[in-house]
């Protein structure tokens, strides 16, 4: 998946939101909409990620000191689930298409001879719902209804490599392990419902991702504790049902 310009997508982001949200405020939702006979919504849209990457330096044998790495912005397709439990709280499963993600070196220009700063030395793939419980403020035939939901995110990485440069500083073929990582995960957001069943979300997220990053090559081991801590804005359209 090719990520779009964090920039770019941030101002489409905004924007989208922004008028799908006036645009409801032209025109009050039906109260006789169903809505309160729609327990379920199924949502699609997009997860504009920003990592907030803070990581121990890499330590371990033959290991110059100040080696770090950092995470580029990516973007992926958000799918949530939403099941209201009552005309204020609801239960929503949250997920993204897995993005890949790299890994950047942060530290000095070179290692020995070897370039490392900004060189990508790592990939991977990471599965990661959340599950919330969100208060909704205001009546549920209310024009806009902000909300709040907190709950746990489940992060499991996969599809793990090591690049051609990282293998380069590592002085070899390097294996690359992070163990799964459970954490709090926070919302803030608002829904609108501009036409019966139909309804649109623009929110923004923070997850606590902690993890420990080991790498093998040929049995020296390096490691760094990494909390990526990503933040994310999300705009999507759900289907009530």
Sequence with gaps: MRAVP???TARLL???GLAALLGAGSAR???NSGAGDSP???????YDVSFHTHADDITGPYTPSGLNVRNPSI????IGYMRRLSPHFDLELALGVPPLTRTVAKG????GSVPYNGQTIATARWLAPSLLAKYYFFSPDALLRPYLGVGVNYTKFYSRQVTAAGEAISGGPTSLSLPVAVGPVGTVGVAAQPLKHVVVILS???SWVNTRLTTNTAGILRTSHVEFNPRAVIFAVGYQF
């Design 6 to 8: 964090t920039r770019i």
């Design 29 to 31: 939702a039906d109260p």
């Design 14 to 16: 905004l924007s989208l």
């Design 40 to 46: 379920n919504t199924i949502a699609l849209g997009l």
């Design 75 to 78: 973007n992926t397709l958000y």
């Design 108 to 111: 000095p220009g070179e290692v």
């Design 204 to 206: 923004g997220s923070a």
